[in-house]
């Protein structure tokens, strides 16, 4: 079946300093991955669309000069978060859409919980 | 513009009890899938169920049983003689067959099972 990992699975960092999150299809291709960012007892929250070899495209309300996606290959997807403070933290979410299925179906990675102190 | 409503935030059952999570969805698509995902304290997300919006017959899956009634625009789940393992948060999600492809997601029902 389709696998998306994430790494880290999560991350403790001090406020100000940046994070790389990877997310990574591991066996089909992803032309479109989406990232959410998902608060404690609250919903998954789409923050972004990335389409391979493009640039992002943003949710309303979402900075992204502080949310770099970056989306080199049909395999792998970045979310950097720069300058993070501790109302950043969270649970990141990572999602491929399988470019070879008619459905169009998106595969979820495992999540990476990032705490900022 | 797209919306799903699960109205239960929280639900407390003792183990073998059976209980229903509700989800409402509005839509003005023709063709839409409907979704529940389950996700335990892990975090990750557990696919459970896609139902095509032409599919309105019922299904059931050892004691997991969903019902899409597309006349109230409800994708009722139903868990039967609950177990502790069942304990974690419940998403219904709703999404076009075409287009983006996004889903929109409900807020979610924590079930909590006690032994």
């Known amino acids: 079946g389709a696998v998306v990992s994430q790494h880290p699975s999560w991350v403790i960092c001090k406020s100000g300093t940046s994070v790389k999150i990877e997310c990574r299809s591991l066996d089909f291709q992803a032309t479109t991955m989406f990232w959410y960012r998902q608060f404690p007892k609250q919903s998954l929250m789409l923050m972004a669309t990335s389409n391979e070899g493009s640039k992002a495209t943003y949710e309303q309300g979402v900075e992204k000069d502080k949310f770099l996606i970056n989306h080199a290959s049909l395999t792998l997807s970045t979310l950097t978060v720069t300058s993070a403070h501790p109302e950043d933290s969270s649970f990141y979410i990572c999602?491929?859409?399988?470019?070879?299925?008619?459905?169009?179906?998106?595969?979820f990675g495992p999540g990476t919980r990032l705490t900022v102190l | 513009a797209q919306k799903v409503t699960q109205a239960q935030t929280e639900i407390s059952v003792v183990e073998k009890e059976d209980v229903t999570l509700d989800c409402v969805y509005e839509t003005r698509d023709t063709t839409y899938y409907l979704f529940w995902y389950k996700q335990p304290p892990s975090g990750e997300l557990v696919f459970l169920i896609r139902?095509?919006?032409?599919?309105?017959q019922n299904e059931i899956s050892g004691r997991y049983s969903w019902n899409f009634q597309k006349s109230t625009s409800s994708f009722n789940f139903t868990i039967t003689a609950s177990q502790v393992v069942d304990s974690a948060v419940y998403f219904c999600a709703l999404r076009p067959s075409g287009g983006s492809y996004i889903p929109t997601f409900g807020r979610g029902t924590s079930l909590i099972v006690h032994p």
């Open positions: 139902r095509n919006s032409f599919d309105e």
């Open positions: 999602s491929a859409r399988d470019a070879s299925g008619g459905l169009g179906e998106q595969f």
